[in-house]
């Protein structure tokens, strides 16, 4: 499926299906309704999910608070419980502050004798920090049965948050101290989760601990160890394995863990895909044994991704030397570095994230830079990034955990400043999530939302998958220690930000609620702003205003002036306002120097819809004259995005109906560019096209590329590949080409993973319709049999019914064909046409 509608892209379907689709049902079970129930009354409480609730920091309670149906923008910039007045209590725990005080059913009205007058999870987390100045105890406005009153909740003096928090700060060091013995008393089991508590005890630089992390670290690094390239999920294992070693030896000095270092860093930088990625696995070697191809579908795992080659750069700071070792590192700072001054990293091999952050991985990437040393131009966009990244903190596919694993590690990358003043926006959910006991809960779902609870108790959930909450907050607060390389040991000062910089950055994190007040000079201010974030949410706001039709020549010479910033921000304002007279502006802007103006024009083109089909002729001839090759790799543009967002608009959008009737001249060079495009996101654009769009005419003529897009693998985005591929495949056995027989065969082969069992009776159903012309398939297709239950031997993919229908599918087409006799009319594909 390459689009939902006409007017609905396949970028925008990914990112619903991938990065939102389900959040408001699968995080928080009962659908919230459209307005904040009254929990005062019968009809209020039925709504309330007393799975799905949020501690209430060192209170002893858990409770509900209403989270609105989601909007996008909210989802992301964790906003969720903005509209929330009341707190219905769901758990009190036994000899917890709040026993004796309040019980369940209880409802929060306020604190501080105030009602809540902003968003009552929000407040309840700052009161509980003003609570825990003294020990004058927390007052809250308590209904019970219908009687309101004020009550005490007795909380224990922990002093304030020193405004350089978490640095020189009395009670982020009790905290810490708490938190450690926590986690002093769990286990350090034997995967990525163990690792991550194993770096958390490190990071405290307590002696007492090193028996037990000596002994964790022999036992994931033998002197033994011997790795090979193999499937599965082996990154994120050996990415967060190899990352505790690599910190352990900097401590330690522990001979005995080297050649287990050595072993994972070069494992990973063979196993890393073209692009310097990964997906939940390696990039496997081909059959010829070479290295480093494209990451199989699923595709590329950026989360995973990341923590493999920080593991790898962190290998190299122990001493690993390997050619391997540096080209990995030079092709992952080249595909990360692209995103310096364009977004946030994405899910794979995408267009950036919208956001500051999503689940960490602008954090992850400000260290993965910083650990270098020399890459600062990088560190600080990242670091910065993170420091706006506060608001983001509640979102992550599959749950934020590393989110909160990683956010203060990489706003301290920006330095001291840059750091404490992440800590100050964030403190409130620190507290939030903070128990009485001094332990910490994991409060959070797919995509956002309440924590569901494990046992119906006050205790909540007790971690993320596997991830220790303990040791997400061991690790921020034990970054004034500076005791590993990821806390800031050894840190580069030419990374940290200047307080202006922090102030920006902070600034930025909030404009998404801040910019409807702004008036439009003021918006066009931001379209300089520092942050690609912002300068696209300044857009949009003068796109929405009123002034905006009148604005239209000042945009167009801002859109062509010589600021990059300026250019990129007018190019995608004039795309929201689908202006008719910024098309040849924008056509000119397709071959600019700099190429995110490139894709902000190709974009704005792409949202202009049926509008831009006067400049269709030129974007015909754009596509096909900024067509490169796939090798070697451009890092200016490896996954030519902007041609990516052109062919969305011509193959996809509001054009497709236009551009069939296209000039042959001006369509088969730009068809041919696309279907050679690296991202198999933007090739998938074609399916619908070559599949139902094209007359046979145009078929015949293009004949020898669809058979080529059959047979070639796009190398990047592979989740997608398989798109454009099965439509050209359907176009040609449409008309009986020969040549799609094998073509058919060889690709049922190789589109093995997610959604195959389905793929492979369709291809199966185009063959079968060959007829007795297909009998010279049998063969292929019974190697093909063979085939599919290796990939289920070597767990490349399920066993039981989902295989049996691969299978089932090719036997019956077997049985059919040697049944058939018919025999249609054959075509041939002939030469390419110019």
Request: charged residues 20%; proline residues 4%; hydrophobic residues 40%.
């Amino acid at each position: 499926m390459t689009t939902m509608k006409n007017d609905y892209p396949i970028t925008r379907f990914f990112l619903n299906i991938c990065l939102w689709g389900g959040m408001v049902t699968g995080a928080m079970g009962k659908e919230p309704p459209k307005t904040a129930p009254d929990l005062t009354q019968a009809s209020g409480v039925e709504v309330v999910d007393r799975n799905s609730t949020y501690n209430l920091g060192s209170t002893g309670m858990r409770g509900w608070i209403y989270t609105r149906p989601a909007s996008y923008l909210d989802s992301i910039q964790g906003r969720t419980t903005a509209a929330s007045r009341q707190i219905f209590v769901t758990h009190v725990g036994v000899k917890s502050p709040a026993d004796g005080v309040m019980a369940v059913g209880d409802v929060v009205l306020g604190v501080g004798g105030k009602p809540f007058a902003e968003d009552a999870r929000k407040a309840m987390g700052k009161a509980i920090q003003e609570a825990e100045v003294g020990s004058g105890g927390l007052r809250l406005t308590r209904w019970r049965e219908g009687k309101t009153e004020e009550v005490k909740i007795p909380l224990r003096a922990m002093g304030a948050y020193s405004a350089t928090a978490p640095f020189e700060c009395g009670k982020s060091k009790k905290i810490f101290e708490e938190a450690c013995k926590v986690l002093e008393k769990e286990n350090l089991n034997d995967n990525l989760w163990g690792a991550i508590s194993g770096l958390a005890l490190l990071s405290t630089g307590k002696a007492e601990y090193l028996p037990k992390l000596q002994a964790f670290a022999r036992k994931i690094g033998p002197k033994d160890l011997k790795l090979e390239l193999r499937d599965g999920m082996v990154v994120w294992d050996w990415g967060y394995r190899n990352l505790f070693l690599c910190e352990y030896f900097l401590v330690t000095g522990d001979q005995e863990v080297s050649h287990a270092i050595n072993e994972y860093t070069t494992i990973l930088s063979k196993g890393q895909g073209m692009y310097g990625t990964f997906g939940h696995g390696i990039a496997p070697p081909s059959a010829e044994g070479k290295l480093h191809g494209s990451i199989p579908p699923y595709g590329p795992v950026n989360e995973a991704g990341l923590i493999g080659n920080l593991s790898i750069v962190m290998g190299r700071k122990c001493g690993v030397k390997d050619p391997e070792v540096e080209a990995a590192v030079v092709r992952a700072s080249g595909f990360f570095g692209y995103y310096v001054d364009k977004g946030g990293i994405p899910y794979g091999e995408h267009e950036p994230w919208m956001y500051h952050e999503n689940n960490g991985k602008s954090s992850m990437t400000a260290v993965f830079f910083a650990v270098q040393g020399n890459r600062v131009k990088e560190a600080q966009f990242f670091a910065k990034m993170a420091t706006a990244g506060y608001a983001n903190r509640e979102i992550g596919h599959t749950g934020q955990g590393f989110s909160y694993l990683w956010g203060a590690l990489g706003a301290n990358v920006g330095g001291p400043m840059a750091l404490a003043a992440f800590f100050k926006e964030a403190s409130w959910h620190f507290d939030l999530v903070r128990r009485s006991d001094g332990s910490f809960t994991y409060d959070g779902g797919e995509q956002y939302g309440a924590g569901k609870t494990d046992d119906n108790t006050y205790y909540g959930r007790s971690s993320y998958n596997g991830l220790s909450p303990a040791a997400t907050y061991v690790l921020t607060y034990a970054i004034p220690l500076k005791n590993l390389v990821i806390t800031g040991k050894g840190a580069n000062p030419a990374n940290w930000l200047t307080r202006n910089e922090v102030g920006e950055a902070i600034a930025s994190g909030r404009f998404d609620v801040e910019r409807s007040k702004k008036s439009v000079a003021e918006l066009l201010v931001s379209f300089g702003d520092w942050s690609p974030v912002v300068r696209g949410w300044a857009a949009e706001e003068v796109a929405k205003r009123a002034e905006a039709a009148s604005m239209v020549g000042d945009l167009l010479a801002m859109a062509e002036g010589k600021d990059n910033h300026l250019r990129q921000a007018a190019c995608e304002a004039l795309g929201e306002m689908r202006s008719a007279a910024a098309l040849p502006a924008l056509v000119r802007q397709l071959s600019a120097e700099d190429r995110w103006v490139r894709f902000k024009a190709a974009q704005a083109l792409k949202k202009m819809g049926g509008a831009a089909e006067p400049a269709l002729a030129d974007i015909l001839r754009a596509v096909a004259a900024t067509a490169e090759p796939l090798v070697p790799i451009n890092w200016a543009d490896p996954i030519q995005l902007a041609q990516g967002q052109l062919a969305a608009a011509l193959f996809s959008g509001g054009l497709t109906d236009k551009v069939k009737s296209a000039d042959a001249k001006l369509l088969y060079p730009a068809v041919r560019a696309i279907s050679l495009n690296a991202d198999g996101m933007a090739r998938a654009t074609l399916r619908g096209f070559f599949d139902g769009k094209l007359s046979e005419a145009d078929i015949e003529g293009l004949a020898p590329d669809i058979l080529l897009a059959i047979q070639t693998r796009g190398p990047a985005d592979t989740m997608f590949g398989n798109e454009i591929r099965m439509g050209g495949f359907k176009a040609l056995t449409k008309y009986h080409y020969k040549e799609a027989i094998a073509a058919g065969v060889q690709f049922a082969k190789t589109q093995g993973g997610h959604g195959s069992e389905s793929r492979t009776g369709e291809i199966m159903k185009q063959i079968v319709g060959y007829g007795a012309a297909a009998k010279e398939a049998i063969p292929g297709l019974k190697e093909l049999i063979v085939t599919l239950n290796d990939q289920v031997a070597r767990k490349e993919y399920p066993g039981g019914e989902l295989n049996q229908r691969r299978v089932g599918a090719v036997e019956e087409a077997i049985k059919a064909i040697e049944a058939s006799k018919e025999q249609p009319v054959m075509k041939t594909v002939g030469k390419r046409t110019p």
